[in-house]
Structure formats: C-alpha cells, structure tokens
C-alpha cells in the first residue's frame, strides 16, 4: 500500500486515497461535512442513478448504505450518516486476484469505515 495520499473534494470535504500499485486495489476514506446533508444527500443525488444501492446494518451504532455500478463492480462505497450533516465515505476497489475470486467489494469498505468511526468515537 501506498502511503495515503490527500485528495479533496472541495464540494464535499477531505479525503485520503490508499491504493496497492502491484495489483489495482485502493482504499479512500472522505469526511463528507461541506454539503451539511449527511446521509440524506446520498439519498436524493446517488441513490436514484446507482443500480446497486442497499441500506446495509449499522456500523457503530451509524446507519449505513453502500453502492455500486453493478453486482460484479470491483468498487464500491460505503457511506455511514455520523450526524444530520456528516457523512463518512469509504470506497474501496479490489486488487485482480480479490475481484477474479468472486470476492465482495463492499466488505473492505465496510471494515475500513467501521474502524473510521470506532477511532472518531474514542477520540470524542
């Protein structure tokens, strides 16, 4: 892995890309707090153009979505409501060997925003 590497997104706020060059996967982690809507922003703008969009059980105590292009899309994002107004987003893309396997894209995603929000609460 790469050293996380900085890539906001002024519309939405900061964000830290991870990725492995030897076999394509990458991690981003983005704290979504310049739109103010949270989770409800990903209702009304994501959900109605991504094919695969699934409330998912809450990590941390949050409530959860996750999408994707398709059932088989090596990316997909997580995205957990922290506030009204925050969001965390986390997107992950599998290396090759990960996504020939059949494996879940999703599941990194959730991992990563699990230990996101758990780390954000113990240091609250």
């Known amino acids: 892995m790469s050293q996380g590497q900085r890539s906001d997104v002024e519309e939405l ?6 990725s492995h060059s030897s076999n394509q996967s990458a991690i981003t982690v983005g704290f979504q707090t310049e739109t103010g809507q949270g989770l409800s922003a990903v209702y009304a703008n994501t959900q109605p153009r991504m094919p695969v969009f699934n409330e998912i059980d809450p990590i941390e105590g949050y409530p959860a979505v996750e999408f994707k292009e398709s059932d088989t899309d090596p990316m997909c994002t997580t995205m957990v409501g922290i506030a009204d107004e925050y969001a965390i987003s986390v997107s992950g893309t599998l290396g090759a060997d990960a996504e020939q396997e059949g494996k ?14 758990a780390n954000l609460k113990a240091q609250s």
């Open 13 to 18: 706020g900061a964000r830290c890309r991870w």
């Open 104 to 117: 879940d894209s999703c599941k990194p995603g959730q991992q990563v925003a699990s230990w996101v929000v």
